[in-house]
C-alpha cells in the first residue's frame, strides 16, 4: 500500500532564508505526487505537481525515485508563504496525504 | 463558477444524533470524495464515488454512508455521531482525462462537534 510521510510538523523560518518542506514517499510504481497548500482560514489548493516540474509562488518540488521523495523547496520565504502544506500520492482514483507541515514564515 | 460548495459551514452534535453533510460541484466532475482532516493526521479519505450512483469505501469509512444520486451532489451521513468523529470535513472533486488530470478541487470545509 503506498504511503506518504511527512517528517517535520512544524517548521519555522525567518523571511528572505530557504525553506525545505520534506515529503517521502512508499509506492511499488510510477508515482504522481503533488503538494497541497491550505492558508489560513482558506480551502486547500494544488500548489505544484510533479509531473509539471514547474515553479509556482517560487517553489519547486523534484522527484527522486532512488530516494522516494518529494521535497518541497523554496530559496527566499516570504511571510505570506506560512501555511499547511500537504505532500500528496495519487493513485487508483485516490489522494493519500501526509500529515502535512506547519509552516511559519518570521520577519 | 461557485466550484466545490459545503453546507453546513458549522455544526454542533450531541452523541447519538444524526445529520447529513452536502456537497456540491457545478464543475461537471466525474468524481467526488470526502475527506476529514485532524490535527496531526492530515486529511483522510472516508468514501468517494467515481460516478453518479456509484460509491466506495476509503481509509476510514466505519461510522460514514455516503450517496450519490446526481453527479453534482455527493452527501456524507452520520447516523449515530461519536465524539471521535468531532472533525473538520472536506469534500473535493476532480475530473480524469483533461489538463487538470487527478487535481482535486476542495471546498471550504465543515466543522463538526460532537459532544
Known amino acids: 500500500a503506498q504511503r506518504v510521510t511527512q517528517p517535520e510538523k512544524l517548521l519555522s523560518v525567518f523571511k528572505g532564508a530557504p525553506v525545505e518542506l520534506k515529503c517521502n514517499y512508499s509506492y511499488s510504481g510510477s508515482p504522481e505526487l503533488f503538494w497541497y497548500v491550505q492558508y489560513s482560514r482558506q480551502r486547500l489548493q494544488l500548489l505544484l505537481r510533479?509531473?509539471s516540474r514547474e515553479s509556482i509562488k517560487g517553489f519547486t518540488a523534484d522527484l527522486n525515485k532512488g530516494e522516494t521523495s518529494f521535497h518541497l523547496k523554496k530559496p527566499f520565504a516570504q511571510e505570506e508563504d506560512s501555511a499547511m502544506y500537504y505532500c500528496?500520492?495519487?493513485?487508483?482514483?485516490?489522494?493519500?496525504f501526509g500529515a502535512g507541515t506547519t509552516v511559519t514564515v518570521r520577519a | 463558477n461557485a466550484g466545490v460548495t459545503q453546507t453546513p459551514k458549522f455544526r454542533v452534535l450531541k452523541t447519538g444524533q444524526s445529520m447529513t453533510l452536502l456537497c456540491a460541484q457545478d464543475m461537471n466532475h466525474e468524481y467526488m470524495y470526502w475527506y476529514r482532516q485532524d490535527p496531526g493526521m492530515g486529511l483522510r479519505l472516508i468514501h468517494y464515488s467515481v460516478g453518479e450512483g456509484t460509491t466506495a469505501k476509503g481509509e476510514v469509512p466505519d461510522g460514514y454512508n455516503v450517496s450519490r444520486l446526481k453527479k453534482q451532489n455527493f452527501l456524507l451521513g452520520l447516523e449515530s455521531a461519536a465524539p471521535s468523529q468531532t472533525s473538520v470535513y472536506f469534500c473535493?472533486?476532480?475530473?480524469?482525462?483533461?489538463?487538470?488530470?487527478?487535481?482535486?478541487?476542495f471546498g471550504p470545509g465543515t466543522r463538526l462537534t460532537v459532544l
Open positions: 473535493a472533486s476532480s475530473s480524469p482525462g483533461t489538463s487538470k488530470n487527478n487535481e482535486q478541487f
Open positions: 500528496a500520492l495519487f493513485n487508483d482514483y485516490k489522494l493519500s
Open positions: 510533479h509531473i
